[in-house]
Every structure is written in C-alpha cells, then in structure tokens.
C-alpha cells in the first residue's frame, strides 16, 4: 500500500494508480496526536476543493478516516489532500488516473483505415508490400499494442511497439509491421491488439481481413483507365464551375425565393429600401444582426423596432442551405410567446435578410453572468441577487416554448442559455435555429457529419450515433437548467471535449448543485437518462418547474450559492 506522511499524519492508497470511473478509496490516519482530543475532523481536498468530511472518535490515537470516490482523467495529476482538525495536520498525493485510449485505428499503407469497426476488409495483391499501422491516443498510462497475422497454415509473431510519446498529458502509442502477401494470405487476416494497462487483459481488438487479388493485369488496365477518366472529369469540371459562376446569384436568389413561395410568409419580400440598419447587435454562422427599423412592416405607415439578420454575399453554399432552412422553420411556426417572431425578409437578390422581432434584454446567458457578479468581490454596482422564483420562471418559460416546438415536429440541436434572449419583461424566447431541423415526417434527423457542435449540451445518442429527437433536446434542456440555477456556468468546467464524451458514456453526469433541492436535482438528472425514452416530456418539464415557482427558496436556496465554485472558462 503506498502511503505519504506529514507531521504523523499518513496519507496511503490502495495502488499505485486510480481508475477511471471506478470506486477508490484512500485512507488518512492520525497514528499520535500529544493533546488529549478524543475527536478528529479529517476534511478531504481535491486541488482545494473539498469533496468530503468525516468525524473521527476515539478513546485516543489512533484516528482513522477512508474517502470512496470515482476519479476521472481530468484530475491526472491533481492534489488529494487530507487535513485533521484541532490536530491541524495534512498530507498529500498526486492523483494518477489509469484511463483507456480514446481511439484505436488500424491503417494499411496510410490509404485505407479501420476505427470504429471491429472487423473490417482490406483489398491486398499477391506480391506487393504492405504496411500496417496500428494507433492507440489518449490512454494513461501508454497503451501495449500487440499483433496476430493468420493465414491458411500459419499464425506468425507479435510485431514489434515503435512510437510511445505523450501529447497533452495524454499517451500515444504506435505500432508497424510490414507484409509482402503471398498465395497463403488468402483467407487470412492481421489482428491488432490494445491491452489495458495491466497487460493481461484485451482493451480494443481489429480485425482486419485480408481480400488478395493476383490479377495484376487488371490493375495495369486500371492505372491508364483511372487517370484518363480523372482528366476528362476534371475538364469537365472546369467548364461547368465557369459556366454556372456567372450565374451563381441569380441562381441563389431564385432558391431561396423558391423555399419561401412553398408556404405563405406576410411580407415574405419586404422592401429593402424601407429598411433602416443601426448598430451590430450580434454575429453569427450566417453573418451579422443588426439593430434596425422597418417601415410597414407590421402596420402601414408605422415604423417598427426589429432586428436584421444579414447573410454575407462571401457567404458559402452550406450557410445559405441553411439560411433557408431557418426561414422555412420560421415559415412553419405560429407566433408563441417563448418563441422569437420572424416577421419578414428580403430574397430577391443578396445579401439575404431575415427581419426578427428585436428583443432588448440581451441574451440570458449575459443577464445570468452578470447577476453571477452580484455574489462575487467585484460585484457590479447596483446588481442585484437574483431571485429563485425567477430563475424557476425562466426555465419553465423555455421549457414551454420547447413543448410548443416538439408539438410541431421541430428538434432546436442547439438548446443553451446562449440561444435564449429576454424581452423587455424578461420573458425568455428561443432563438437561433441555425442548427434546428423540421423533422415532423421523419420523426429523427441523423447528421451525416459531426462537424463542429456543442458537445457539452448533446445527449448521449448524439454524441454516440449521431441521432437527433426531441428527447435529445430534453437532455440539452437539462444542462440548460443546469447553466440557469449556477448563474451561466461553464459545463463540465476544466474537462477537454473528447473527455467529456468519454465521461458520458461511462456514465459520468454533471454535479449536483449543492444549493438546489434534491427534487431539483432530480429534475436534472431525470433529463440525463441513458435511454431517450425514460426522459421526461417538455410538457412534464413545465409543469413540474411551474409548480416549484410558488416556493422557490425551498426548491432553490441563492443564499447558499457559492459563485467561485462556477467560475472559469468564458463563465
């Protein structure tokens, strides 16, 4: 048992490294202590933050206190430390956090490439020489990678470990064997392994199955066929890409104008000319809002108050595919009070605009942020304490617009405190639906490409496989009430992305905030259900948040929030 001393204090653990996600425990023992205490308060620390408390009592030394806890690979390398009181005594440790590669891929000549597949296929020729490479990142500590080639007749040795090296406090591992296929490769296969720590037991294993082909003259026909056809394609290519540049806004222009026309839209091509722009208010995928005014645009002759968003003309074909989208989900919404209005927009020709109802209490995300400095040293003057009765009010104001949304076939993908804005009653109203997409016929929209997306508000299905439900959006709720009752807090503060999806799908959660009730917690939680199906409905979600609002102190106690414990990265 490895143990660290300080003053008679001894601090020990069970081995020398914890593992990830698994229960550990750690011992502090007060083996002599010259005062005549018959009771020791031992608190537990982790990079200052205390994670327990226990009460020793004894006739005499010696005192005795274990902590159980699950550590995860973010706290490498922190600080545990143990303090008995009146004693006033501490010892610490490094924590070492044993945790497995985050990918495992193997490759064949760098082409062809095998990483979520347990067994997969690789076209080989009879006389040709291969290499294999096997990679094992972000493991701690380094991954062993072991090797099995099969043929007909033979099974050959494990091939040599040729790259270990660390990278961002995580390891790397790499290993290559080289491969001239004979007659007696067929039917064979090459098997990479990645052993977990202790070297006894598999972690990841790949399969690849070897497909030779001996017909060399087909593949002489092929390299002549190959570069010719490419070099008509590209010919082609060329002419085509001339041809419809000149065309490129007419072109635009008329699809937009198309999606618009498939519905009925008041004021669908409202006037530029009665459009006013002032200040940038914000920026985003598409481009820039603007603060302006719109003349007519809800009563003739009246000028009305709105915000602009304008689509750059440098602007891509993805950016105007989804341009258009968001106006056609507008198109499909009836006006909600939780919801932001569209209230026109601008096709006949670019830059695009959407004409929004302007909402001058900002986003919530600021608002929050900013009452969060009411409890901090460097509060800003005249900010007040958030009441819990609001906060309630905000969360159930969202939960209803979601409920409105989903009734409608409509999933947000986008669900934070940064997508909500306040009008001026501090009603909160969803907004950017850059990222939502109107499934009401599918039921489930699947990406075909991750790209960049808010990893740290997803549900466990998305991350995973890429799929997208209403129930998805119930979980990112959760992590919105999770950033609502701590005042705009980074989620899963101070872990990278990877680690977070990792940590999910582990079955790691976001803490329970210790000022809210754990009917409140519950709530939370109940939202972060492995199975979509277990979570709570949007309609569920309100009225269970619109029945705490008459007692929010007891649901929701801001007079025991600790803003330091939420502050840290853009929070």
Known sequence: MASVSTQELILSRTSPYEIEGQETEFKCTLPGDNSQNTTQIFLWRINGTQVGVDVSQSKGPPFESR??????????GSTLRCISQPADKNASLTLNVMYLPSSVTLQVNTTHSCESETVCSADVTIGSRYRFICNASGSNPTSNITWLIKTKTEILPDGPQLRQEEANGDWEASSEIHLQTRPEHRLGNITCRVMCPDGGTVFREIVMELIVNDKLDELQLLAIIIPAAVTVFVIVVIATVCTLRSNAKRKRAKEVTEVMEEGTMKKCNFPR???TLFDVIGSGNF?????????GILQEGVETEVA???????????????????IAIHKTLKRHPNVVSMFGCCTDSEPFVIILELLTGGSLQGYLRNKKQAWTEEAVEGAKPVPPSELLAFASQIANGMEYLSSVGCIHRDLAVRNILLDKDMVCKLSDFGLARDVSETQQYEMTSMGMIPVRWLAIESLLDDVYTTMS????????????VTLGAHPYRGMHARDVIDSIERGFRLPNPTHCSEQLCEVMNETWQETPSERPTFRELRETLEGMIPEAPIYLDMANFVADQYVGENS
């Open 67 to 76: 902590l159980k806890t699950k550590l995860y690979r973010n706290q490498t």
């Open 273 to 275: 000319s009665k459009i």
């Open 287 to 295: 481009g820039q809002v603007f603060r302006a005014t719109a003349d």
């Open 308 to 326: 602009v968003k304008v689509l750059k003309e440098s602007a891509d074909g993805a950016a105007v595919c989804d341009f258009k989208k968001e």
């Open 473 to 484: 959006d119930v979980w990112s709720f959760g992590i919105l009430l999770w950033e609502i």
